[in-house]
């Protein structure tokens, strides 16, 4: 292939002046994170005491307890409605008492946490009263022997 069957590149200035500033962007960002995780201590990856990991502290178990994480120890999955709800209260007290000392950015994080876990406590307090109703499980501690007690409607 000749010279002139060659397809030619053309960079035009502002092509090249706009990735050269989005190169520096890209570099200051990384001097930023290098910054940041020099000035914190610990570990790299380790977990930082701040308030996203204090909310997380307290909705991971109500997750495990409603049967959305497997237990560390065995893997199956954990169904204990009191344990899960006292967690999540336990993030409403955290709401309450923080509230306006809050970033916008951690008011909609525990707001956020608080919604799910709500709403998720319900669906799975429902389906589990409805699957005892039915029949399809035993709570835990009901004898064998004994029939299934109709769920209650709290």
């Known amino acids: 292939m ?3 069957d060659r397809p030619k590149i053309i960079i035009d200035d502002d092509w090249k002046s706009q990735a050269q500033a989005e190169k520096a962007k890209l570099a200051e960002k990384e001097r930023e994170a290098a910054e940041k995780a020099a000035a914190s201590p610990g570990k790299p990856g380790s977990p930082q005491a701040d308030f996203t990991e204090l909310v997380r502290t307290l909705a991971v178990p109500a997750l495990m307890y409603l049967g959305q ?6 893997g199956q999955a954990i169904l204990a ?5 006292l967690h999540i209260d336990l993030l409403s007290v955290l709401e309450a008492k923080t509230k306006g000392n ?3 950015e951690e008011q909609q994080l525990i707001t956020g946490f608080l919604a799910d876990l709500r709403a998720l406590f319900v669906e799975i307090t429902q389906a589990y009263a409805k699957a005892v109703k039915e029949g399809k499980i035993r709570p835990q501690g009901a004898p064998p022997s004994a029939p299934i007690p109709p769920a209650s409607s709290t």
């Open 2 to 4: 000749s010279d002139a």
């Open 69 to 74: 994480i497997p237990d560390p120890q065995t």
């Open 81 to 85: 409605p009191e344990a899960a709800k």
């Open 102 to 104: 809050l970033s916008d």
